[in-house]
C-alpha cells in the first residue's frame, strides 16, 4: 500500500496539471491558442532550464557520456523497428516513424523526473531530452526532407542554452548568485508549463485513425522499453541514470506528433 501511494504521489501532480490544461482549453469559450506560450517557452524558460542544469558545478559532464551514447542508440534502433512497423501497417514512412522515434521527454519525461528522482534525476532527464531534441532535428529532418543542414540547428534556443551551459560548466565559471537565480527561476516556469501545454494539446487533438494510434503507441512503448533494458548492460547503466533511462524509454509518444515534430516541420518549411 505504501508504495502505491509513493506511485500517486509522484504521478498525481504531473496529471493534476495536465488535466488543469485540458479542461482549460476544453471549456474555455473562444477557443484557446497557446501558440504564443509555447512559442515562449520553447525560446526563453527550457533553454534556460537547460542552460541551469548543465551549468551547475555540481553537474559532472563527463559522467553522463554512457547515458548519452544509450539514448542515440535506443533512438535509431527504435526509428529501425518504426520503418519495419510502417511497411508492414502499410503507413507513410513520414507520418509513423518520427513519433515513435521521438518520445514526449519534454512534457512528461522533465516533470516525471523531477517527482520520481529530484534535482538528480532532472539532471539525467535534461541530458536525454537534449540528446532528443539533437537527434529530432538531425535525424528527424533528414527523414522529413531528406537532406540536412546545421543552420537550423543553431538557431534553437535549446541548442544555446545547453551549449553555453556546458561552457560555463567545463571552464569552472560561477555565475553571480543572484543571476544565477534568475536564470533558474525562468527554467523552473518551463516545467508545469509544458505539462499545462500537454493537457491543451491533448484537448485540441482529434484521432482519425485511432486503431493505428493504439498499435503505434503499444509498438513505441514496448519496443523502446524492450531495447532500453538490453541496453542497459551495454552501457553499464546504473543508479540514477539506469532508472532514468527505464522512465525515458517508458515515456509515450508526443500527442500529435509533438509540438518539437511540429517546430521541425516548420523550420524545413521555412529553409526551402
Known amino acids: 500500500m505504501e508504495s502505491i501511494l509513493v506511485v500517486l504521489g509522484i504521478i498525481f501532480p504531473v496529471f493534476a496539471v495536465a488535466v488543469?490544461?485540458?479542461?482549460?482549453?476544453?471549456f474555455r469559450r473562444g477557443g484557446t491558442d497557446l501558440s504564443v506560450t509555447n512559442r515562449v517557452n520553447l525560446e526563453i524558460f527550457t533553454p534556460a532550464l537547460i542552460f541551469s542544469v548543465m551549468s551547475d558545478a555540481e553537474f559532472d559532464l563527463l559522467s553522463y557520456t554512457s547515458l548519452t551514447a544509450a539514448g542515440?542508440?535506443?533512438?535509431?534502433?527504435?526509428?529501425?523497428?518504426?520503418?519495419?512497423?510502417?511497411?508492414?501497417?502499410?503507413?507513410?514512412?513520414k507520418t509513423l516513424v518520427p513519433p515513435l522515434m521521438f518520445n514526449n521527454s519534454g512534457n512528461m519525461g522533465l516533470p516525471l523526473a523531477v517527482f520520481a528522482f529530484g534535482e538528480e534525476g532532472l539532471a539525467a532527464a535534461t541530458v536525454l531530452f537534449i540528446v532528443e531534441n539533437f537527434m529530432h532535428f538531425t535525424f528527424g529532418s533528414w527523414i522529413l526532407a531528406a537532406h540536412f543542414h546545421i543552420k537550423p540547428l543553431i538557431r534553437l534556443p535549446m541548442f544555446w542554452g545547453a551549449f553555453l551551459g556546458i561552457v560555463v560548466n567545463l571552464a569552472g565559471?560561477?555565475?553571480?548568485?543572484?543571476?544565477?537565480?534568475?536564470?533558474?527561476?525562468?527554467?523552473q516556469i518551463s516545467i508545469p508549463l509544458l505539462l499545462f501545454s500537454l493537457g491543451a494539446r491533448v484537448a485540441q487533438t482529434h484521432v482519425t485513425h485511432f486503431r493505428l494510434a493504439i498499435a503505434a503507441n503499444v509498438l513505441n512503448v514496448s519496443a523502446t522499453l524492450l531495447v532500453g533494458l538490453l541496453l542497459i548492460s551495454l552501457f553499464s547503466l546504473e543508479?540514477?541514470?539506469?532508472?532514468?533511462?527505464?522512465?525515458?524509454?517508458?515515456?509515450?509518444?508526443?500527442v500529435a506528433g509533438g509540438s518539437q515534430f511540429h517546430a521541425c516541420r516548420a523550420i524545413w518549411a521555412g529553409t526551402g
Open 239 to 254: 543508479g540514477m541514470q539506469a532508472a532514468q533511462f527505464i522512465l525515458f524509454c517508458a515515456l509515450p509518444p508526443a
Open 173 to 187: 565559471i560561477k555565475l553571480v548568485e543572484p543571476l544565477g537565480d534568475a536564470i533558474s527561476m525562468l527554467g
Open 72 to 93: 542515440v542508440v535506443v533512438i535509431l534502433i527504435t526509428g529501425v523497428i518504426a520503418v519495419a512497423a510502417a511497411k508492414v501497417m502499410k503507413t507513410d514512412v
Open 20 to 26: 488543469s490544461g485540458y479542461l482549460y482549453a476544453r
